[in-house]
């Protein structure tokens, strides 16, 4: 019986340890499933710009319209040119506009059409650390068809040129006053190659940058474009070549305050900016006989303190205007003594 007992509580035993083992193997399985479905979060995508679309049409692009540019809405906005694109079977305009660049430093170099095996194609714009090729298209404003002078950096803040853009003082303080010279022709011919067009070629400089780091239009800037293509009116067809709203203080604000309409457009009333504010007229402006300051290369003019020392130095008499002090009164002779007959 006592042999019985022990072999029972044995078999007990072992049964037991059974169990245990298979729970324990059970659980370590549960458990190894349990880590092989755990997830590490990597690194966020690197966000890559889509191909521009490629746009060939065998008509050409009108003729840049004629319009003033609306004052600049807050420093360090830089200023995009309009222009026309294709879309909806017709050429409609892009107004021009004021746009935050995506960063310090970098400038914006514009679209152009292209007249390349009979076709008419269009080459986005983007931004960069410098002004590229832009088929010699004078878009006015410090576009003149080469580079940029509208403006430039200067550390970590935009200096304008206010002799091609229009400021407002007490918005934007960092300014100077250069002399654009216009070494190529003044038309308004809004495309590169072909019949009529403007004969350009890029420079050995250009063609370097175009090597350079560049970034996409930004959000916004695409916004702008596509309420551009949205709006019926700024179609060539409808408009005759004279959008009536021509430029934007800022990037897709067609009904904002400031809005723009080129020069025969059926604009809005009061949509013309003060002439008083306006420094120069797009292809007119490198015309212009203006004084001559220093650029940002040089040094940045303060405006607000150079035009208070222009009113000090107004304000001082000129030494011709000093009014002469009036003669003094000669001395009245001295009468003889009268002689005494009396004797």
């Known amino acids: 019986m006592v042999a019985i007992m022990s072999k029972l509580t044995l078999s007990l035993q072992i049964t037991g340890s059974s169990i245990r083992g298979a729970a324990l193997a059970i659980s370590a ?33 009108p003729q840049l319209p004629d319009y003033d540019q609306p004052p600049c809405p807050e420093d360090g906005y830089l200023w995009t040119p309009g222009y026309w694109a294709w879309g909806g079977g017709g050429y409609y305009w892009v107004p021009g506009t004021w746009v935050s660049p995506p960063r310090v430093g970098v400038l914006w170099t514009p679209g152009y059409w292209g007249f390349v095996g009979g076709v008419y194609a269009f080459h986005g714009g983007y931004w960069g650390p410098h002004v590229g090729f832009y088929g010699g298209v004078n878009y006015g404003f410090g576009y003149v068809g080469t580079g940029f002078a509208g403006g430039a950096w200067a ?25 654009v010279v216009n070494n190529v022709t003044v038309n308004k011919v809004s495309y590169n190659g072909g019949a009529g067009g403007i004969a350009a ?31 019926p009116a700024l179609f060539a067809k409808a408009n005759g070549g004279h959008p009536g709203i021509a430029a934007t203080p800022r990037p897709a604000a067609f009904n904002a305050p400031g809005v723009v309409g080129a020069r025969g ?30 650029g940002p290369g040089n040094q940045v003019q303060n405006h607000p303190q150079t035009q208070q020392a222009a009113q000090n130095n107004a304000q001082k008499p000129k030494p011709e205007d000093k009014k002469k002090k009036p003669p003094k009164d000669k001395p009245k002779p001295k009468k003889p003594p009268e002689k005494d007959d009396q004797k």
Request: aromatic letters at 4%; glycine letters at 6%; a positive charge.
């Open 265 to 294: 457009s059926q604009g809005p009333a009061g949509t013309r900016p003060n002439p008083q504010n306006i420094a120069a007229r797009p292809n007119q402006a490198q015309e212009q006989s203006r004084p001559t300051g220093q």
């Open 155 to 179: 550390g970590n803040s935009f200096a304008y040129n206010r002799a091609v853009t229009n400021v407002n003082v007490t918005i934007v303080h960092n300014t100077y006053n250069t002399t």
């Open 201 to 231: 070629a890029p420079t050995p400089q250009e063609r370097q940058f175009a090597q350079e780091p560049h970034a996409p239009p930004t959000q916004l800037q695409q916004q702008h474009v596509q309420q551009a293509q949205a709006n």
């Open 29 to 61: 399985v549960a458990l190894a499933g349990c880590v092989a479905q755990v997830r590490v979060a990597g690194p966020p995508p690197v966000y890559v710009a889509p191909a521009p679309a490629v746009v060939e049409i065998r008509e050409a692009p």
